[in-house]
């Protein structure tokens, strides 16, 4: 199988780069300043993994990309799904083409599934410290890099080709696994993901901060509780150990690493923070969920932009 990724940063150009390193058929969309560089010099890759790397992948624009693909990662932040996002989908498509969305924010299969009907859309998430630390240069730090992914309920799509993903994915390096609720999944990682860069743009610390015990990592716990909370609301068949987890996951990333919302609040530039904060703040109040935690630390990032509104 060929492999499209289209958002080449921390996180799409960490499995463009892996696969590539494992011999498979892959390429990329990217903009910029990065995508000058992967054309000029190559993707560069920091692996904590996979050590250093320069790798000569295809890359273009998503207006220039003309192939097919039968595999299309979507690893846009979650502000950027739109028309162009769509187009590039139908273009690159042809029939028994499957498209995963890797994104940190709630319910995006869905969403791309309205946009491009005809295409085989399944969902996703990854686990994975993966930023861009140059142009043209990934990291990817720690020793997690797992993605999971699946098919919502009356998606249609033949357990040999998810197989052949998995494959393809462990082949390079990358743990993956087929979801037997993508829903439950997805919220999981929203929970965790959610809890972990609210918390850490909250109060500007990287995450061996939220490892060690304190009010920092109480904050942490508690937005997780609260998320639980809004999932079991949802109907969503969320874990009852899933605070526990988001504990488990965080203690295993790299101390010194931040989450991208972190990154991007920081250097002033867009950020997830309308689909891993406020949008949470949305659900929990349409379905009646109180969230004192989350309401409390939403205060600070309210003062930052009025644009934001709950």
């Not at 494992?22 to 390429?27: L, P, Q």
């Not at 990662?73 to 690159?92: E, P, T």
């Not at 033949?158 to 919220?187: H, N, P, W, Y």
């Not at 997830?272 to 109040?285: K, M, N, S, T």
Request: hydrophobic content about 40%; aromatic content about 6%; proline content about 4%.
């Amino acid at each position: 199988m060929n492999y499209l990724i289209a958002g080449t940063g921390g996180v799409g150009g960490s499995i463009a780069a892996f696969l590539a390193l494992a011999g498979k058929d892959v390429s990329c969309i990217a903009r910029g300043e990065h995508l000058a560089a992967i054309q000029r010099d190559g993707l560069r890759l920091h692996s904590d993994l996979k050590g250093e790397h320069t790798l000569r992948i295809p890359a273009c624009t998503a207006e220039a990309y003309t192939g097919k693909a039968d595999v299309i990662f979507v690893c846009v932040k979650g502000y950027s799904i739109d028309a162009s996002i769509a187009g590039l989908i139908q273009r690159a498509a042809r029939p028994g083409t499957v498209v995963i969305p890797i994104l940190n924010v709630y319910g995006t299969g869905p969403r791309i599934q309205r946009l491009v009907p005809g295409v085989t859309v399944l969902d996703g998430c990854i686990y994975i410290v993966g930023f861009v630390s140059g142009k043209g240069e990934v990291t990817q730090m720690g020793r997690i890099f797992r993605l999971v992914y699946g098919a919502h309920r009356g998606t249609e799509i033949s357990r040999q080709t998810l197989q052949a993903v998995r494959d393809d994915l462990e082949e390079s390096g990358i743990k993956a696994e087929i979801s037997d609720d993508i829903d439950r999944d997805t919220f999981v990682k929203w929970s965790f993901i959610s809890a972990m860069a609210v918390t850490g743009a909250y109060y500007d610390v990287p995450m061996g901060e939220v490892q060690q015990p304190g009010p920092v990592r109480d904050t942490f716990t508690a937005l997780s509780r609260e998320s639980a909370e809004l999932g079991r609301r949802m109907g969503i068949a969320v874990p009852d150990d899933l605070v526990d987890y988001n504990l488990r996951v965080m203690d295993k990333l790299d101390p010194h690493s931040t989450a991208s919302m972190q990154k991007d609040l920081a250097r002033g530039h867009e950020s997830e923070v309308q689909g891993l904060l406020f949008d949470l703040i949305d659900a929990a109040e349409a379905h009646g969920v109180d969230i004192p935690t989350y309401h409390r630390v939403a205060q600070k990032f309210r003062q930052r932009n009025s644009t934001f509104s709950v």
